[in-house]
Structure formats: C-alpha cells, structure tokens
C-alpha cells in the first residue's frame, strides 16, 4: 500500500482537493420565502425600503411635543387638551395641535407635530378630554424614527448566508416573499462491496445490510444537500465505473464507500483516478477513524472515497463531506461547526501525529458539561447512536487526560 | 395590568403548564426509514438478530488456529499450507483443516475451526500454496464473534430518541427498513394586530408585515413539527376567537402573537381563556423579551400567547413552544440544547430578579470562543439575523461583567 507512506493530515487533505476544485458555486434559483429555511443567498439582501417605515411609538401612551411636558412633575403635573386616538394600522388622521395630546398604542404611527410619547404610567386622565402630565420627557423619547433600523440600500443579510427562521422572518418584514438561493448540490453515493446487500433483504451468512447509503443520505440532507443513491455495486471495476460515470454526470459530487479490505480500496482508487483530471489527490489521511479515506477531483467534481466502516463513513464526512457541500453553496455564514467545552471523564490516549475522533456522550453535571467516551470492541453504528459528539484529539497530542476541558462537536 | 403584578420565573411559568396537559403524548406512524430523520421514536428498538451476524475478521490477513502460530517469530517462522480463501460476501466453502491457514479480507466470515487472524504485515507467502507466518497470535485476535457487538433482544436505540444519521443506519444494519415514529405535532400559528398586514402587500403607513407568522413557521419545521398558518386576525374578538377555534379543532397546540399593546394583549388573553379548561395559567413571565407571554391549556391543548415583537416571539418560541413540541412528541433523548461557552466582549446590565436574553454573535479568537452582543435601538428581526446564539442571564444576576465566560444557546 505505497499510498499510505506518506499520511497528510486532514486540514492539509482538504486543503489539497480544494485548490483543485473549481472557485465557481453553483447557479442560484429563485424560491418561494416560506421554502426558503437552510437554503444558502448568493447575493446579499439590501433593504428597499426603510425599517421601520414610519416613527413609531415603542410604548403605550401619549404623543406629544416634548417641550409640552417641560417642568411636569408629580407634584406640578402639566395639563394638554386631547386631540385624538392614533388608529393602529393607519395614519392619524389628523396633525398634532401644539400644546396637546393624542393616546398612541405600541407600534403605531406617530401623528405630525408629534416628536416623543409618554408613557401612560406617567399620566392620567383626570378630567374628559385632558391628560394629566406626571413626568417630562426628552424628545425623541419612546419613539423609533423613520429608518432608525435600516435605511434604504443597507444591507441586511449578508452574502454566504444560510437562511434561519431570523433570516425568513426579515425577508418577510421587507416583502421579500421570493428569494434567489443556490441550487442544492446534488450528491451522488454509491456503496460497493460484494458484502454488501440492501437493507430490506436477510443478510446470508458473510453478508452485511448497507448502511452507509442511508446514513449518508440523512447527513447530506441535514447539511442542506439533496442525496442521489446509486445503490450497491460489488467489487467489479466494470460495475463502480459505470456507477461513477452515471453519478458524475448527474450529480455535484460523488461519495464512494469502498469495500472494507485494502484490494477494494486500491480498485476503487484506481478506478476513481481514470473518471477525470486531475483524478485522485490525496489516498490515506493521517486520521483515526478514516485512514483510507481517498479524495479526488474529476474533471472539476469532487469525489470521497469513504472508508466502508460505517462510523468512520459519517466520520469522514463531517470533515471532507459537509465542507465541499458548504463550498458549492457558497456558504461562508453560519456554517460553523457547533461545538461545547467538556470535562473528559476518563483518559484517552493516541498515537502523536495524527487526528482523532472519538465519539462522546454529553453528561450534565454540577460543574458543568462532562464528556464520556463510548467504547466498543468494532466500530458499530450504534456506537455513533449512542454519541452526543465527537472529541478531536489534535494530532500533536498523545492523548487526552482526564480532568480536561475538550471541545465537544455536536453530532 | 393586574395579571403583570405577580410575574412567574421561565421554568416556573413552563411547569406550571406542563402540569396541566396531558401525560400522553401523540400517536405514532409507521414510516420508511429513509425518511424518518429526525423523526422520533416511541418504543425502544430491540435488535432481533445478533451483530455480527457471524464471526468476522477485522482485519486483511490469514485466519487460522492461533495455537498453530505458537512460537512463530522471524528469525523462527511457522509454514502453514493454505487451504483456501475465504470468498467476500458469503460463506467460505470450507472447514479450516488443523495446521492450515486461509487468506481472508477485512470483514470476511471467519471459516470453521479458526479461532483468530494473522494480519497480512507478519506473513509472508514465499513459497505457493503455504504462509510463513512471522508473529503468533492469540485465540481470538482479530475477529469479532458473533454477537460481540449486539446479542438478540439488546436495546440498540433507547424509547424517546431522535433519529438522526447513525440511527438511521443502525435500524438499517438491522434490516429495519420501516419504522413507527411518533406523528409530527401540527402547531397553528395566528399572527394578530390590527397593524398587521401580508409580507407580500405594499404596507401604508401605520402597518408592517406579518413576519411571525413566517418566522415561527420555521422555527416549528426546525424543531420537527408541522407549522399550520391561521393567518392574520384583527384586534376584534370575534375573528380571533374563531380563527383559535380552528387552530384547536386541528393543530395539537396552538401560538397566537398578540398584537403590541396591552390592550390587544389583555384582549388575546380574555378570548384564550374562553377555549376551554384551564385556560390561562399564566400571563406575564419574568423575562426580557417577552414578559407580556400567555399560556394556557385549553381542554388538553397548549395555547402560548406570544408578543407581537418579532425578536420577542422567537426567543419566547424556543423557551416555551419547542419543549412542548418535545413533549408531544416524546422526545426524552437528543433534544437537549445546544451550546457553547463564550467569553463575554462587554458588561451586560440585566434586572437582579428577571432572567434576559441578549443575541450574541460568536467569534473565534485566540483564545477560543468570544460572545459579542448585537444592540440595535429596537428589537429588530434582522438583529436576531446577526446572531449566532443567545446569552441568558440568570435571574439572580444584576449583569455579567466583560470577560466572564458565558453560556451561549445556538439559534
């Protein structure tokens, strides 16, 4: 396995099929708004309108003048004729007489002549039609002026950014009931290995169910991608091309878990290699699971070659997977990996010089977060359904003791 | 304002509805696996069939008997003849003679008679049709038995779980390819306020869009549930009270967002109140945004007064609504919060007695995660658009002073 002599570590693996990949994202469509949650903007939004629209009272109260209210205290309140109800949901119908008064709700339109409101805590009624002044108030007091949020042609949301409910809502504040987002990548995957059968079929002695299709697919609808299965291919190098070639030509880019032995592994990179320029880039990455991991690009698609043990697979894909999916989206806002800081219950050791991860359970304590390693004898999936996250053990490190504060990335 | 005198704690308010609804929570559905990300799980899984199914090699190697290696070194190797190989993805033809080895791939089922695996790096094949084997082994070596992982009847996914990525392939690696999943909560949405008007008309002075209609709708897909729109209502009784009367008849609970003043507030709650028994258990929670929230169970169903403010509703959304879509639908595990600890950029006023919200943006610094809080003049949405996540500060606290490191909820 000459491949494996030389073990790049992943940041420099990743780095490596990046630079061969082309810069370009992929085209935008425009969608309906309310369709639009996890989807990515190519363009920044700019506001066309003013937020808000109008000034606005942020109280429930009095509109008035504040030179009106000059001196009024408790004990020496001020007296201003009424001269009206501020409708919600329209303009007043009137302009604000100096020397008086209008009853405003929270959130509507501040009457002309008016420049601050009081609270209603602040007055009273006494007599019909005239309001007890109990305090002064500055103007501007209690009000939001016109544009005091977004003026016009300011940006809002940044390019790169996926959309959140937030973000939904502040289209919506502006009409932005379309949006233009990136297309979905499509990602192709395909499982081989003569072991390998589909789920619903009973696995014959030597056989195993797939997995990896599926959880695949989960983790590349999760990251916002739309997953394309291309089902189970043995350990033919006729039947991986053919699958590759349908894959590539459908797909933005293709994951390949090969089969579990090192032959399978060296024919799926061999056959990768033919499927375009400049062909395989990195095969073997100094990381613990996902040492065979191979990384490729074809004619400017990206394919992963994934280690077939199912754990490593979702691994690997955290770190290869999602990062090329992020970048054909053009996502550079709210793509951070969401991580907490634990306490490691027990040690951990590793071989320096290379990465690794190990699936943790989250325990809440007293003294905050604990992280609690989870051990199986193989790298069952159910070992990675039993994880909170995964500790990464920097690959300068020969282990981790127990006692220390670790980042936990969230699953 | 009478019912604001006596302001009830965020958890307090929270349990306080909780011990009002029903224990049950919703029916399930039997689904396909592939589509169930996310989903939950009512009953616990159980494996049915053992993993491995067989005895497996985990490794590229030579099965064999281990006592056969006995005292094999390199400088006094062991020459085993070999009996065959064993064939990926089915059961070797063959029993394993004493004295003999077999070429077996990672993965592969183990013959009989085998009790380990030599790995390929200690054997050399020098002359054809026998092994050199240059390190012994140990009975057991290697291999996985059957059943190692999982025996028949093991619990492999707990009852309340979420199903994400690896549970998604673990009930796959069990040939689970349906799965009975709790129905997904259906929560109507009513956005009220004479002010408010459809994000796709033009707004005349005095009105602003619907935006919480939009911005919750998202909020309750995230959290894998069913957002039903109810539409926006008026501040008139009537139209507010059928439009709830709908909601009730066909969602599994129900969010109002009052209008933005008290009397649209003490409005909303007087109607609520009517729905049925209970009705309004509180009105009023200690907390900045959304003191002026409601909840209320009414006949069996939650009902949560939400502020009209857009920024308030979110916040008070993922307080109150998400851990009863929780509830509904069983979720006990993986439904914790996700977050982060922060290093506080500036000091934080709060009011010794209320619990607070502040949106804060993370930042990566040297000296890991930095929490820098986002102050616009209103509660704008797009302010929660620049947030990657939200301190609380505790209601014992006056504040948090810069530099401290603080709790960071993600959004």
Same mark, same amino acid.
């Given at each position: &396995?000459?491949?494996?002599?030389?073990?790049?570590?992943?940041?420099?693996?990743?780095?490596? &099929? /990046?630079?061969?990949?082309?810069?370009?994202?992929?085209?935008?469509?425009?969608?309906?708004?309310?369709?639009?949650?996890?989807?990515?903007?190519?363009?920044?939004?700019?506001?066309?309108?003013?937020?808000?629209? /109008?000034?606005?009272?942020?109280?429930?109260?009095?509109?008035?003048?504040?030179?009106?209210?000059?001196?009024?205290?408790?004990?020496?309140?001020?007296?201003?004729?009424?001269?009206?109800?501020?409708?919600?949901?329209?303009?007043?119908? /009137?302009?604000?007489?100096?020397?008086?008064?209008?009853?405003?709700?929270?959130?509507? &339109?501040?009457?002309?002549?008016? %420049?601050?409101?009081?609270? &209603?805590?602040?007055?009273?009624?006494?007599?019909?039609?005239?309001?007890?002044?109990?305090?002064?108030?500055?103007?501007?007091? =209690?009000?939001?002026?016109?544009?005091? %949020?977004?003026?016009?042609?300011?940006?809002?949301?940044?390019?790169?950014?996926?959309?959140?409910?937030?973000?939904?809502?502040?289209?919506?504040?502006?009409?932005?009931?379309?949006?233009?987002?990136? *297309?979905?990548? *499509?990602?192709?995957?395909?499982?081989?290995? %003569?072991?390998?059968?589909?789920?619903?079929?009973?696995?014959?002695?030597?056989?195993?169910?797939?997995i990896n299709s599926y959880s695949l697919s989960a983790l590349v609808t999760q990251a916002g991608a739309e997953p394309v299965r291309y089902g189970i291919v043995g350990d033919q190098a006729a039947a991986l091309e053919a699958a590759l070639q349908s894959a590539?030509?459908?797909?933005?880019?293709?994951?390949?878990?090969?089969?579990?032995?090192?032959?399978? *592994?060296?024919?799926?990179?061999?056959?990768?290699?033919?499927?375009?320029?400049?062909?395989?880039?990195?095969?073997?990455?100094?990381?613990?699971?996902?040492?065979?991991?191979?990384?490729?690009?074809?004619?400017?698609?990206?394919?992963?070659?994934?280690?077939? =043990?199912?754990?490593?697979?979702?691994?690997?894909?955290?770190? /290869?997977?999602?990062?090329?999916?992020?970048?054909?989206?053009?996502?550079?806002?709210?793509?951070?990996?969401?991580?907490?800081?634990?306490?490691?219950?027990? =040690?951990?050791?590793?071989?320096?010089?290379?990465?690794?991860?190990?699936?943790?359970r989250l325990i809440s304590t007293a003294d905050g977060l604990a992280a609690d390693p989870i051990f199986y004898k193989s790298n069952l999936i159910f070992m990675l359904a039993r994880a909170d996250g995964l500790v990464r053990i920097p690959a300068d490190a020969?282990?981790?003791?127990?006692?220390?504060?670790?980042?936990?990335?969230?699953?």
């Amino acid at each position: &396995m000459p491949e494996f002599l030389e073990l790049l570590p992943p940041a420099a693996a990743l780095e490596k &099929m /990046f630079a061969s990949l082309p810069q370009a994202i992929l085209s935008t469509e425009k969608i309906d708004t309310i369709f639009a949650l996890g989807r990515v903007i190519n363009d920044p939004v700019l506001a066309h309108e003013p937020l808000p629209a /109008f000034a606005r009272s942020t109280v429930d109260g009095y509109a008035l003048r504040a030179a009106d209210t000059y001196g009024a205290t408790e004990a020496l309140p001020a007296y201003l004729p009424l001269a009206g109800e501020v409708p919600m949901g329209a303009a007043p119908a /009137f302009a604000l007489p100096p020397g008086t008064a209008a009853s405003i709700h929270t959130g509507g &339109m501040l009457p002309q002549g008016a %420049d601050a409101v009081l609270m &209603m805590e602040y007055t009273q009624e006494s007599r019909p039609g005239e309001l007890e002044v109990l305090r002064a108030v500055g103007a501007g007091e =209690n009000i939001l002026k016109a544009g005091e %949020d977004v003026v016009v042609g300011q940006e809002v949301l940044p390019a790169g950014a996926r959309l959140r409910p937030a973000e939904i809502g502040g289209l919506m504040a502006l009409g932005l009931t379309e949006v233009e987002v990136v *297309r979905q990548p *499509r990602v192709g995957i395909i499982s081989s290995g %003569d072991e390998v059968v589909p789920p619903n079929q009973a696995a014959q002695p030597g056989q195993v169910r797939d997995i990896n299709s599926y959880s695949l697919s989960a983790l590349v609808t999760q990251a916002g991608a739309e997953p394309v299965r291309y089902g189970i291919v043995g350990d033919q190098a006729a039947a991986l091309e053919a699958a590759l070639q349908s894959a590539l030509a459908e797909c933005d880019l293709v994951v390949v878990t090969a089969g579990s032995s090192a032959s399978t *592994r060296d024919l799926t990179a061999a056959i990768v290699n033919r499927m375009g320029q400049p062909g395989v880039l990195v095969h073997g990455v100094n990381v613990k699971p996902g040492k065979p991991t191979i990384l490729a690009v074809c004619d400017g698609k990206a394919v992963i070659g994934l280690p077939g =043990n199912p754990v490593s697979a979702l691994v690997i894909a955290r770190i /290869f997977l999602i990062p090329v999916i992020e970048k054909l989206s053009g996502l550079t806002v709210g793509g951070a990996r969401r991580s907490a800081q634990a306490r490691l219950t027990v =040690n951990l050791a590793s071989q320096a010089g290379r990465e690794d991860y190990i699936p943790v359970r989250l325990i809440s304590t007293a003294d905050g977060l604990a992280a609690d390693p989870i051990f199986y004898k193989s790298n069952l999936i159910f070992m990675l359904a039993r994880a909170d996250g995964l500790v990464r053990i920097p690959a300068d490190a020969t282990g981790l003791g127990a006692g220390m504060i670790v980042e936990v990335e969230y699953l």
